[in-house]
């Protein structure tokens, strides 16, 4: 499991950087940008940010052709600072502000993604201030279950995403009228880690046939937005991307449109392992407990999702094996990296790699109980380089005032 990270080097990662430490590989990013590539050769893939943001991991998909899939102004903001051209970006999210759309237009964006009526009324407005067109798409909630964590489910009706097919039409017919928008796009994202492609079927068939609907009342669209979400269990390989493509065939083969996806967890997840080392080890009635020095803080995913990340002595004890629950230093019960890890009885000191931890693990991370943020190193072959820095105390406080 631990194949494409050269055992030495992650060693001396741990003893020059320290742990906890977020390691990515370079060259496991890279192919599975590759075959994605594959897959879907006509497709603009747009790089879902929020999966992992850092700069090192960013630039690198960015200078591999990848567009970028924003929620924020800050991932905005990153994505260009990464490399990304504006051109090859496209800005999602429920909740955008006018300052937000307002950067969006001024960087000159490839599609802004609105996921409400009142949302479309702020673009134009800031469009109309700013005296542009804006290139508008309408987020649909086609009302299809994903079949996965309800966390992470978006497409069903009742969740806070988009709009159903009904109001996008009107929606689309309002910003047809205006001066200030543009029609070019319609977008689903149906949530994350789905494993079966028979909803990104359902998805594409409705959106298929959406899209002829629009072309018939005059309204001909650019571009397709299947979103994200393919899933890659932890420590698994991902399903091939091959799949999802015949998934969203009907969606890729609508004329005059371009069909864009937003994969984030399965270009990073493998590509990443958080580096910790054993604490302590005690026994609390009959549960075996080994405490490492990364917490909830550091990667919340299992406390959140109940994922489930496997979790690997470096260099495995001639020991008897055992069952570990493995915790952090975090002032909570639910503070855990895993619960009923198998592995032999490490030792205080022993570094563990917990894998599939490149997506939504460091960007979800937190100061919480005050614990500076773990450090970023990036693995290309046998070199590595640090690319972000451990916080410091005094990152800590740095902001007050
Ligand atoms: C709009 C949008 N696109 C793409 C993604 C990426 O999903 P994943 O990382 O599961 O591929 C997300 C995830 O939340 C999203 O909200």
Known sequence: MLDKFPLKTLEEIAARVGTPV???????????????????????ICYAMKANPSGGVCRLLARSGLGADVVSGGELFRALRAGFPPGRIVFSGVGKTREELDFALAK???LINVESAQELEALEAVA??????????????????????????????GS?????????????????????LFPSGAHIH????IHSAGPYAQAARAMAAFVR??????????????GGGWGAREGAEMAPPAALARALAPAASLPGTRLIIEPGRSIAAPAGLLLTRVLYMKKSGRKDFLVADAAMNDLVRPAFYGSRHPIVPLRPRAAP????AVVGPVCETGDFI?????????????????????????????????????????????????VRRRESRLDLVRQEC
């Open 22 to 44: 977020y390691v990515y590989s370079a060259d496991v990013l890279l192919r599975q940008v590759r075959a994605y590539r594959r897959a879907f050769p006509e497709a603009l």
């Open 190 to 193: 149906l949530g994350s880690q």
């Open 213 to 226: 609907r629009l072309a018939s009342a005059g309204i001909k669209l650019s571009y397709v937005d299947m």
């Open 108 to 110: 000159k964006v490839l």
């Open 338 to 386: 895993g619960t009923d890890v198998a592995m032999r009885r490490p030792e205080p000191g022993d570094l563990l790699a917990v894998m599939s931890a490149g997506a939504y693990g460091m960007s979800m991370s937190s100061n919480y109980n005050s614990r500076p943020r773990a450090a970023e190193v990036l693995v290309t072959g046998r070199a590595w380089k640090v």
């Open 321 to 324: 094996a055992g069952s570990f």
């Open 160 to 180: 806070k995403f988009g709009v159903s097919f009904s109001e996008a039409e009107v929606l689309f017919r309002r910003a047809a009228a205006s001066s200030y």
């Open 128 to 157: 109309r201030r700013r005296g542009v067109m804006a290139r508008v798409s309408v987020r649909i909630n086609p009302d299809i279950d994903p079949r996965t964590h309800k966390f992470i489910s978006t497409g069903k009706s």
